[in-house]
Protein backbone atom coordinates (compact mmCIF):
# COMPACT_ATOMS: atom_id res chain seq x y z
CA UNK A 1 0.00 0.00 0.00
CA UNK A 2 1.42 3.25 -1.11
CA UNK A 3 1.91 5.46 2.15
CA UNK A 4 -0.54 8.92 2.31
CA UNK A 5 1.10 12.30 1.43
CA UNK A 6 -0.03 15.23 2.86
CA UNK A 7 -0.29 18.45 1.17
CA UNK A 8 2.08 21.27 2.74
CA UNK A 9 2.09 24.67 1.26
CA UNK A 10 5.24 26.33 -0.22
CA UNK A 11 7.01 28.93 1.84
CA UNK A 12 8.36 30.08 -1.57
CA UNK A 13 6.82 33.60 -2.93
CA UNK A 14 4.46 32.66 -6.56
CA UNK A 15 2.77 34.05 -9.01
CA UNK A 16 0.17 34.36 -6.42
CA UNK A 17 -1.22 37.21 -4.53
CA UNK A 18 1.51 39.13 -1.93
CA UNK A 19 1.82 37.59 1.70
CA UNK A 20 -0.13 40.16 4.21
CA UNK A 21 2.43 41.51 5.84
CA UNK A 22 3.85 42.52 2.87
CA UNK A 23 0.76 44.78 1.24
CA UNK A 24 0.94 46.13 4.76
CA UNK A 25 4.37 47.44 4.98
CA UNK A 26 4.14 48.87 1.18
CA UNK A 27 0.85 50.30 1.81
CA UNK A 28 2.58 52.22 4.80
CA UNK A 29 5.57 53.12 2.72
CA UNK A 30 3.51 54.98 -0.19
CA UNK A 31 1.30 56.58 2.60
CA UNK A 32 4.60 58.39 4.38
CA UNK A 33 5.78 58.69 0.52
CA UNK A 34 2.55 61.28 0.01
CA UNK A 35 2.46 62.43 3.21
CA UNK A 36 6.10 64.41 3.38
CA UNK A 37 5.20 65.13 -0.66
CA UNK A 38 2.58 67.05 0.79
CA UNK A 39 4.74 69.12 3.61
CA UNK A 40 3.05 67.55 6.12
CA UNK A 41 6.25 66.86 8.70
CA UNK A 42 6.30 63.33 9.65
CA UNK A 43 7.95 63.50 13.15
CA UNK A 44 7.49 61.38 16.46
CA UNK A 45 5.44 64.32 17.98
CA UNK A 46 3.10 67.40 16.99
CA UNK A 47 4.72 70.69 15.99
CA UNK A 48 3.17 74.23 16.38
CA UNK A 49 2.28 75.73 12.33
CA UNK A 50 3.30 79.23 11.82
CA UNK A 51 0.13 81.61 12.25
CA UNK A 52 1.56 83.40 8.73
CA UNK A 53 0.72 79.55 7.33
CA UNK A 54 -2.72 79.71 8.67
CA UNK A 55 -5.83 80.93 6.30
CA UNK A 56 -6.80 84.41 8.28
CA UNK A 57 -10.07 83.57 8.54
CA UNK A 58 -8.90 80.11 10.92
CA UNK A 59 -7.38 82.51 12.94
CA UNK A 60 -10.37 84.42 13.99
CA UNK A 61 -13.32 82.10 12.62
CA UNK A 62 -16.59 83.95 12.22
CA UNK A 63 -19.45 81.76 14.24
CA UNK A 64 -21.69 79.54 11.62
CA UNK A 65 -25.34 82.01 11.38
CA UNK A 66 -24.27 84.75 13.00
CA UNK A 67 -25.95 88.24 12.36
CA UNK A 68 -23.96 91.36 11.45
CA UNK A 69 -24.17 93.66 13.78
CA UNK A 70 -26.38 96.56 14.02
CA UNK A 71 -23.94 99.50 14.38
CA UNK A 72 -20.42 99.70 12.86
CA UNK A 73 -17.46 100.83 14.08
CA UNK A 74 -15.68 104.03 13.03
CA UNK A 75 -12.43 105.14 14.64
CA UNK A 76 -12.81 102.94 18.03
CA UNK A 77 -16.46 104.04 18.39
CA UNK A 78 -19.84 102.84 17.41
CA UNK A 79 -22.36 104.86 14.47
CA UNK A 80 -25.98 104.47 13.88
CA UNK A 81 -27.99 104.69 11.08
CA UNK A 82 -30.65 108.39 11.25
CA UNK A 83 -32.65 110.38 9.55
CA UNK A 84 -32.73 114.01 9.07
CA UNK A 85 -35.02 116.05 7.08
CA UNK A 86 -33.83 118.19 4.36
CA UNK A 87 -36.10 120.58 1.89
CA UNK A 88 -37.35 119.49 -1.01
CA UNK A 89 -38.03 122.02 -4.51
CA UNK A 90 -41.88 121.91 -3.21
CA UNK A 91 -40.95 122.86 0.27
CA UNK A 92 -42.03 119.85 1.91
CA UNK A 93 -39.69 117.96 3.90
CA UNK A 94 -37.28 114.67 2.85
CA UNK A 95 -36.07 112.46 5.05
CA UNK A 96 -32.23 111.18 4.08
CA UNK A 97 -29.87 108.80 5.75
CA UNK A 98 -27.03 109.38 7.90
CA UNK A 99 -24.85 107.76 10.24
CA UNK A 100 -23.72 109.99 13.93
CA UNK A 101 -21.64 108.83 16.56
CA UNK A 102 -23.37 106.12 18.71
CA UNK A 103 -22.81 107.54 22.42
CA UNK A 104 -24.51 105.93 25.50
CA UNK A 105 -25.57 109.65 26.62
CA UNK A 106 -29.05 110.44 25.02
CA UNK A 107 -27.70 114.03 25.63
CA UNK A 108 -24.91 113.68 23.15
CA UNK A 109 -27.07 111.75 20.66
CA UNK A 110 -28.72 115.26 20.62
CA UNK A 111 -26.11 116.75 19.42
CA UNK A 112 -25.07 114.47 16.66
CA UNK A 113 -28.04 114.52 15.29
CA UNK A 114 -28.32 118.30 15.34
CA UNK A 115 -25.06 118.43 13.58
CA UNK A 116 -25.51 116.21 11.13
CA UNK A 117 -28.87 118.25 9.87
CA UNK A 118 -27.52 121.35 10.04
CA UNK A 119 -24.34 119.88 7.51
CA UNK A 120 -27.06 120.07 5.01
CA UNK A 121 -27.25 118.03 2.27
CA UNK A 122 -24.20 116.25 0.10
CA UNK A 123 -23.45 116.55 -3.11
CA UNK A 124 -25.77 114.49 -4.68
CA UNK A 125 -28.31 115.30 -2.71
CA UNK A 126 -27.94 119.27 -3.71
CA UNK A 127 -27.84 118.13 -7.61
CA UNK A 128 -31.32 116.57 -7.06
CA UNK A 129 -32.83 119.50 -5.71
CA UNK A 130 -32.58 118.87 -1.56
CA UNK A 131 -31.31 121.88 0.33
CA UNK A 132 -31.03 122.79 4.24
CA UNK A 133 -32.51 126.25 5.66
CA UNK A 134 -30.32 126.04 8.48
CA UNK A 135 -27.13 128.40 8.44
CA UNK A 136 -23.92 125.89 7.95
CA UNK A 137 -22.26 128.36 9.99
CA UNK A 138 -25.25 127.61 13.33
CA UNK A 139 -23.57 125.72 16.27
CA UNK A 140 -25.27 123.42 18.93
CA UNK A 141 -24.53 125.20 22.48
CA UNK A 142 -24.25 123.46 25.84
CA UNK A 143 -27.73 123.80 26.89
CA UNK A 144 -28.48 121.46 24.59
CA UNK A 145 -30.59 118.64 26.60
CA UNK A 146 -33.56 116.29 27.01
CA UNK A 147 -35.60 116.19 29.89
CA UNK A 148 -39.25 114.81 30.45
CA UNK A 149 -39.83 113.47 27.23
CA UNK A 150 -39.07 117.33 25.81
CA UNK A 151 -35.54 118.40 23.44
CA UNK A 152 -34.32 121.78 24.51
CA UNK A 153 -32.13 122.84 21.26
CA UNK A 154 -29.78 125.61 22.33
CA UNK A 155 -28.49 127.34 18.95
CA UNK A 156 -26.13 129.80 18.68
CA UNK A 157 -27.03 133.32 17.53
CA UNK A 158 -27.51 132.93 13.18
CA UNK A 159 -30.39 130.35 13.82
CA UNK A 160 -32.34 133.26 15.46
CA UNK A 161 -31.70 135.87 12.66
CA UNK A 162 -33.57 133.47 10.40
CA UNK A 163 -37.12 134.70 9.31
CA UNK A 164 -40.30 134.12 6.68
CA UNK A 165 -40.09 130.84 4.91
CA UNK A 166 -36.72 129.79 5.24
CA UNK A 167 -37.10 130.20 9.49
CA UNK A 168 -40.12 127.92 9.38
CA UNK A 169 -37.94 125.38 7.19
CA UNK A 170 -35.55 125.51 9.64
CA UNK A 171 -37.58 124.98 12.73
CA UNK A 172 -39.74 122.26 10.96
CA UNK A 173 -36.12 120.60 10.22
CA UNK A 174 -35.15 120.37 13.62
CA UNK A 175 -38.45 119.40 14.94
CA UNK A 176 -38.94 116.52 12.52
CA UNK A 177 -35.00 115.25 12.96
CA UNK A 178 -34.92 115.13 16.52
CA UNK A 179 -38.43 113.32 17.42
CA UNK A 180 -38.09 111.34 14.27
CA UNK A 181 -34.89 109.77 16.18
CA UNK A 182 -35.39 110.21 19.77
CA UNK A 183 -37.98 108.01 21.43
CA UNK A 184 -39.98 109.30 23.91
CA UNK A 185 -39.24 113.07 22.66
CA UNK A 186 -42.22 114.57 21.68
CA UNK A 187 -41.37 118.36 21.28
CA UNK A 188 -38.35 120.93 20.81
CA UNK A 189 -37.90 123.83 23.09
CA UNK A 190 -35.67 126.12 21.39
CA UNK A 191 -32.84 128.65 23.10
CA UNK A 192 -30.94 131.21 21.01
CA UNK A 193 -27.37 131.55 22.82
CA UNK A 194 -28.92 130.32 25.62
CA UNK A 195 -32.29 132.57 25.88
CA UNK A 196 -35.12 130.64 25.63
CA UNK A 197 -37.47 131.43 22.22
CA UNK A 198 -40.64 131.31 20.94
CA UNK A 199 -40.96 130.67 17.31
CA UNK A 200 -43.52 130.68 14.68
CA UNK A 201 -45.84 127.92 12.97
CA UNK A 202 -46.11 128.07 9.44
CA UNK A 203 -49.50 129.96 10.48
CA UNK A 204 -47.53 132.59 12.13
CA UNK A 205 -48.38 131.79 15.73
CA UNK A 206 -45.87 131.36 17.99
CA UNK A 207 -45.31 128.64 19.86
CA UNK A 208 -42.81 127.45 23.24
CA UNK A 209 -42.83 124.13 22.40
CA UNK A 210 -42.79 123.10 18.81
CA UNK A 211 -44.01 119.63 17.41
CA UNK A 212 -44.28 117.97 14.46
CA UNK A 213 -48.13 118.14 14.47
CA UNK A 214 -47.01 122.14 14.16
CA UNK A 215 -45.25 121.65 11.00
CA UNK A 216 -47.72 118.97 9.67
CA UNK A 217 -48.09 121.64 5.98
CA UNK A 218 -44.29 120.54 5.67
CA UNK A 219 -44.49 116.85 6.24
CA UNK A 220 -42.56 114.54 4.09
CA UNK A 221 -45.39 114.13 1.09
Known sequence: MNPVRRWVPSLQPGPGPAPRRLVVGLALVALAFGVAACGVPVGGG???????????????????????????????????????????????????????????????????????????????????GLQGAIPPQTAVLSGTTITAGLATVDLSAGFGQLAGQAQIEAIAQVVWTVTANLSGVSGVVFEIAGQPASVPEPSGALVSVATRADYASLAPS
Do not use: M
Open 46 to 128: PSPIAPKAVPFDLLAPTPPNSAPASSSTQSGGHTLAVQVFLVNPSSHLTAVSRSVAFPNDPDALLVSLLRAVIAGPTSAEAAA
